[in-house]
């Protein structure tokens, strides 16, 4: 148990050192925000992939597949592998040739201020699940690797505290360095214990044959209305919902030239769905090595599984290589989604309120922004009892109802106007938030009606005779 703590520890100053050195690169907020939109082909597929390759990648996705099977998680992997498949096909290029700091400068340019303001506090408050998740994982490992001596709560502090170290000085120099480090100890480790794990059960067709005989592959819907509407739902919260989101334009706008920006992120998402796979594989593999574990775990809370499977069940350099390739993927979610979200925040909300700062000025407010919002998210995830998937699922309701629509149809439909795009906003919101109120497990999905009411708004509110001063009637 020592140890694994203290490769843990040395593991954990060596990634932070690391984020630290980068911060060198920046000089200003272009660099703070985009990395000087100045990174190659193998750093964006990287930092693409390991963005998304967070703690409900390994600790979530895997034990609800384990509990549910493919039904219960098409949504992630399936769905948000396909969002970055449809970010490089139809967004990345239009969006970079924009040459713009964050998503919500695309909101004011096309649609005004209002448009701008309101999407913005969306994908800001979307963060909040999203890295709540990835600071409760954080909290977790640290339990399980000091075994229990570090409480949760002091884990997600320690876990919160060192990640906010580098992303504060370095920002996405310091996130894109360290993710491509990440991303190595990632697919090593993960391919690592997967074959470790594999010569326990006799192999993967053993595991592959058991889960297929549990029915856990079994993924599309009962031909039912309510339930074909709900898995339809769940695929395209995530799907359609992370496009408009900060950390995927960050990876887009750092990019060298838009063909990197396109293909980066199409790539990023084909190995972070193959990926996806080996946790759920692992996870599901503990059913056969100790099945009354499963059984102890799986109602009072699944997520403990596969680190207790590594910790109780394999040698000590195969738990190396898990928590060193754990702890990456949840580093680097998390320095990710701490920064997106600041920079949006500072550039489409404050950044206005203080029209002659300076450029170093403005990076100032960011940095600060950046401590404020880890702050904010750290006593979130301390009071909350929503599983890892959950959150990151849920994280993306908000921008799918309200962000989704005004952003393809700005780029793709000519007659979209700004007037079309408040409405939009307002009664996708508005309908989705109704529905959560009165009818959250009733016949139609919340979220999918907030977005059709979002797509009829937009149609009808670009349709219209456009509202404006000189319009109105005395």
């Not at 932070?16 to 060198?24: Q, S």
């Not at 970079?96 to 209002?114: A, E, H, S, V, W």
Request: proline residues 4%; glycine residues 8%.
């Amino acid at each position: 148990m020592n140890t694994l703590i203290w490769f843990v520890i040395l593991y954990w100053v060596i990634s932070v050192g690391i984020g630290l050195y980068a911060a060198r690169y920046v000089n200003n907020s272009k660099d703070y925000a985009v990395a000087g939109r100045s990174l190659p082909m193998y750093v964006v597929t990287a930092t693409v992939f390991a963005t998304w390759f967070g703690s409900e990648a390994v600790l979530g996705i895997s034990s609800t597949f384990v509990k549910e099977g493919f039904k219960g998680v098409v949504a992630d992997p399936f769905g948000s592998s396909l969002c970055l498949v449809l970010v490089g096909l139809f967004f990345a290029k239009p969006l970079y040739r924009m040459n713009l700091l964050t998503i919500g400068d695309y909101y004011r340019n096309k649609f005004g201020r209002i448009v701008e303001v309101l999407v913005t506090l969306c994908i800001v408050v979307s963060y909040l699940g999203w890295v709540a998740a990835q600071i409760k994982a954080l909290g977790l490992v640290f339990n399980v690797v000091s075994g229990g001596y570090i409480e949760m709560n002091t884990g997600m502090i320690i876990g919160a505290a060192s990640v906010l170290i580098y992303t504060l000085m370095g920002g996405m120099w310091s996130v894109a360095i360290t993710d491509f480090l990440q991303m190595i100890i990632i697919v090593v480790g993960m391919i690592y214990i997967g074959w470790e794990v594999s010569g326990m059960v006799g192999g993967a067709g053993a595991v592959i044959s058991h889960a297929a005989n549990a029915g856990k592959f079994e993924f599309w819907p009962k031909p039912e209305g309510r339930e074909m509407l709900w898995f339809f739902a769940a695929w395209i919260t995530m799907m359609l919902g992370s496009i408009p989101q900060q950390d995927v334009f960050q990876r887009v706008a750092s990019s060298k030239n838009e063909k990197i920006a396109g293909s980066a992120s199409i790539l990023g998402g084909v190995l972070y769905f193959c990926f996806a796979f080996i946790p759920m594989f692992l996870a599901y593999s503990a059913t056969l090595i100790d099945p009354a574990m499963v059984d102890s775990l799986i109602d009072k809370d699944s997520q403990l599984i596969l680190p207790t499977l590594i910790m109780t069940k394999v040698p000590m350099l195969a738990q190396v290589m898990f928590f060193g390739a754990l702890l990456s993927a949840i580093k680097s979610c998390a320095s990710a989604t701490l920064l997106a979200p600041s920079v949006t925040f500072s550039e489409n909300i404050l950044k206005p309120f203080f029209p002659q700062q300076s450029d170093k000025q403005f990076l100032r407010m960011m940095r600060a922004v950046v401590l404020v919002f880890t702050a904010i998210v750290t006593m979130f995830a301390m009071n909350t009892e929503s599983s890892i998937y959950k959150m990151v699922e849920n994280a993306y309701k908000i921008t799918l109802v309200a962000a989704f629509v005004p952003l393809a149809f700005g780029l793709y439909w000519k007659r979209s106007t700004a007037q079309g795009g408040l409405v939009s906003i307002i009664v996708g919101v508005a309908s989705w938030i109704l529905l959560e109120v009165v009818a959250p497990e009733g016949y139609w999905p919340p979220q999918l009606v907030g977005l059709l009411m979002s797509a009829v708004g937009m149609v009808v509110g670009s349709l219209l005779p456009q509202y404006s001063r000189k319009t109105q009637v005395a």
